[in-house]
Every structure is written in C-alpha cells, then in structure tokens.
C-alpha cells in the first residue's frame, strides 16, 4: 500500500508531492536538476487535515529505494522504517512542552547538518512550527532555523508544519515551497477507518461528523469509548449554565477532567523515562548518582513537566472545539441553514437551545470559546480561562 493511503481527501497535494519526490530521484542518481525539487516547504491546513501524516509520507516517498515505479511504494524498507518513526536520516521534532525552546531548534540544526547515512536525504520534519518560544524569544529560535534554511546542506530538506501561513514567521515562509491542506470529506474520512482500522460503517460515519472530519479525532472516538464519553460529558456542559456557581463547577470539572487524562497519558512514560535514565547513571551503584547525574535527573523532570502541561492544555483545547461544533449546530438551527448537524446525538439539546436566544447570541458564545483557546495558548492559568469562557457562554 502507498504511503500516500492515509492522506485522506487530498489529491492534488499527493500528485504535487509524488511530482517533487520524482524529481528528488534525479538528484540523488545525478541525471537531471530535479526541477521540482527544494530543500525547505511549509505544510499548513486546518487542525484534522493530515499535515503531519503529509509530511511523513514525503519523507517517505524521498527515501524510498523501489525505482521501479512511482515514489513511495510503502513496502520496501526505507518506507517502512520512515513511516513507524526508526529511519536514521528522518527527524521528527515535537514541541515538549507549549513551546519550543531556542535549544531545541539549535539541537535539531546542528543534526541537520549531518550527510545522510543511506545516502539519500537528510529530512527534518518540524511539527506545529507555530509553536516558537515565547515572544520574548522567538527571535532566536527562528534565527537559528532561519540561518539553516537559507545554508542548508546540500541533502537535508526541512519540513516545517502550521495551521496556516500566518502562523510561521514572514522571513521562513518566503523562503519555503508551500502546501496547503483542505479539510477531507467526511465520508472519506468514515472510508478509511472503516478500511485502515476495521471500524463499523455506522460507528465511522458517527466518528467521522462527530469530529468534523478531523482524521486523529474521528479515529480516537472510532476506537476509544472512553473518548465518547468525554465527549458526551463536554456537550452537556451548555445545559448546565445556569448559574454562577453551576458555571464555575462546569468549569473546574472540565479543567480536573483534562489534568486527570493528561496524568494517565503521561505518568507511566515519565516513570519509565526516570528510571530508564537513573540506571544509566549508575543509580543503585555504590557510588549513586554524582552531581552531573542528579542535574540530568532534574532537567527530565522539567521537559517531562512541560509535556504534562501540553498535554491538559491539548485535551483542553479538543474539549473546547467539540463546544465550538456544538453552538456552531445551534447557529445552524436558527438560521435555518442547509446543513447536516454535527452532532446529531444531541439534536434534541440543540434545537432546544436554539429557539432560546437570537443568532447574535450563539456567536457570542462561539466567541468566548475561542477567546478561552487563545488564553490558553497565551499561558493563562486553565482554570480561570475556562471559568471566564463557562461565564460569558451563561444564559441570561
């Protein structure tokens, strides 16, 4: 199977994408200038789009050794290895915590500099590259990328992955090739969990409206019925406002809710990590760990506390868009609009919550939801974000 199979709903890119790994061929063989083909792109598109599995899927076809037929065949070896994340030459960098830290990036340039070992490419592929530190120090970690994509190596190829242009600094993406993802069908996304993952047709089909077509989403309600039930308990948070204090309560079980899945998620991966790490340093010798050893404990702890943070503010952030689908349903109800609600197992809520108020009101609620998404990606505490959001979201 391609390596392109699980791109759902993008065509073009995928044809655009195969084109440039044809040329990178000529590249590497030294028979032609790989018209085509550039060391730096920037993939951007709506959350759900497969901007991460696009990227992988590049990396891939760029690797792949079967010359007998069109980039990225998905079955000889450096397919395989790049696509289960273990191909030496295909870095895949991930904020640890909110942000990334200038150290990452310097981290990440100097091993870009690297001749690949199969002697193909060197890819580096930067997930949610919007996600910079902070601004106080964004500069320099964007000048250390931005010195690496304007010198790059001569086999090294940057990847870099955004929600949209907007989100990467101006002086990157002008020197980057860009790919824009559309939001897939939704049928196509039921189509490939019910062929990729074995899912039930009508379970998909549910997943797949539940999430708005967002592919990692659908799957995890697919396949987790824990993930159904905290939805269902998130959508039932707009009949619960009706009160200060019943707003407030909304609010600190929804912020506990996010800090209890994010410590299941990460506790057993941080335990592990830990002692993985102190056996290294000779923790149980005789001798126990020396200072060197005990900082390098402390510096874990904190890139594993900075995870644990991102975490409870990403499963915060899929509690608040499953509100936005929610009144983004009202909204449809009471402008009458032709089409299919979202969330259909709450049609009976919606329609109720709909004939109380005015249009004008449904989007102010859409607004503080968004606000509180902003707050919390500005760093404010979880809990007052969310209490501020239940607050304005009250019916009055």
């Not at 891939?60 to 397919?79: E, F, S």
């Amino acid at each position: 199977m391609s390596v392109w199979a699980d791109l759902v709903g993008q065509g073009r890119v995928i044809e655009r994408l195969s084109a440039s790994a044809d040329a990178a061929r000529e590249v590497v063989a030294g028979s032609g200038p790989g018209i085509g083909m550039t060391h730096a792109w920037v993939f951007t598109g709506p959350p759900g789009s497969g901007r991460s599995t696009a990227a992988l899927a590049f990396a891939a076809a760029l690797q792949c050794t079967d010359l007998d037929g069109l980039p990225g065949c998905g079955q000889c070896h450096a397919c395989h290895t790049v696509l289960e994340g273990t191909h030496p030459d295909v870095t895949v960098m991930r904020p640890a915590g909110l942000n990334y830290l200038v150290d990452d990036i310097r981290g990440l340039v100097r091993s870009s500099a690297l001749s690949p070992s199969g002697g193909r490419w060197q890819v580096v592929i930067i997930e949610d590259v919007d996600r910079l530190e902070g601004p106080d120090q964004a500069w320099r970690a964007a000048n250390a990328l931005l010195k690496a994509i304007e010198e790059p190596s001569p086999r090294t190829v940057w990847i870099l992955c955004a929600p949209s242009l907007e989100d990467v600094l101006p002086t990157i993406r002008s020197r980057c090739r860009q790919v824009g993802l559309v939001t897939p069908p939704a049928a196509a996304v039921a189509e490939v969990l019910i062929r990729r993952d074995g899912i039930d047709p009508a379970l998909a089909a549910f997943a797949a409206r539940a999430a708005q077509s967002h592919v990692g989403r659908a799957r995890r309600l697919a396949r987790d019925e824990a993930s159904r039930l905290r939805r269902a308990e998130v959508l039932q948070i707009p009949t619960q406002l009706a009160g200060v204090g019943a707003c407030l309560i909304a609010a600190a079980n929804l912020v506990e809710t996010a800090s209890e899945e994010a410590g299941a998620a990460t506790e057993g991966r941080d335990a592990a990590e830990s002692a993985e790490l102190a056996m290294a340093l000779g923790q149980g010798s005789s001798k126990g760990l020396d200072s060197t050893g005990r900082s390098q404990l402390k510096d874990l702890e904190k890139q594993q506390k900075r995870r644990s943070t991102r975490t409870q503010r990403d499963v915060l952030d899929l509690a608040l868009l499953d509100l936005v689908s929610y009144y983004r349903d009202v909204l449809t109800v009471q402008l009458e609009a032709p089409v299919e609600l979202a969330n259909v197992d709450f049609e009976v809520d919606i329609r109720r919550l709909a004939r109380q108020g005015p249009p004008e009101r449904t989007l102010q609620q859409i607004e503080s939801i968004l606000a509180c998404r902003e707050a919390l990606a500005g760093n404010v505490a979880p809990l007052l974000a969310v209490e501020a959001m239940t607050l304005a979201m009250r019916e009055r």
